[in-house]
């Protein structure tokens, strides 16, 4: 983590900077970071999706998981940015 703790956090319940809420990729520890419900549950979500279909690699071919995740991510991004809209960020 790049920034020190604020009076009272330990370091298993430090919130995520607002930079680190917004970095392309977080796994589920830095989801579970981030303060505000609703930018978690839209994190959360696309993590959930991605993990889904690399975990069914089996059944999907290498190009269309690259090409859903590539779907995932640019709708996360779009959800992401109209969050930032919303919330003044």
Do not use: V
Request: net charge negative; hydrophobic share 30%; with cysteine.
């Amino acid at each position: 983590m790049d920034r020190e703790l604020e009076k009272g956090e330990t370091l298993e319940k430090a919130y995520l900077s607002i930079e680190e809420q917004f970095k392309e990729t977080l796994n589920n520890e830095e989801i579970s970071r981030i303060e505000d419900f609703e930018l978690r549950e839209i994190r959360h979500a696309h993590w959930a999706y991605r993990s889904k279909i690399f975990l069914d690699e089996q059944n999907i071919s290498d190009q269309e998981l690259c090409r859903l995740t590539d779907i995932d991510y640019a709708q996360e991004k779009r959800e992401l940015e109209a969050y930032k809209r919303r919330k003044g960020l």
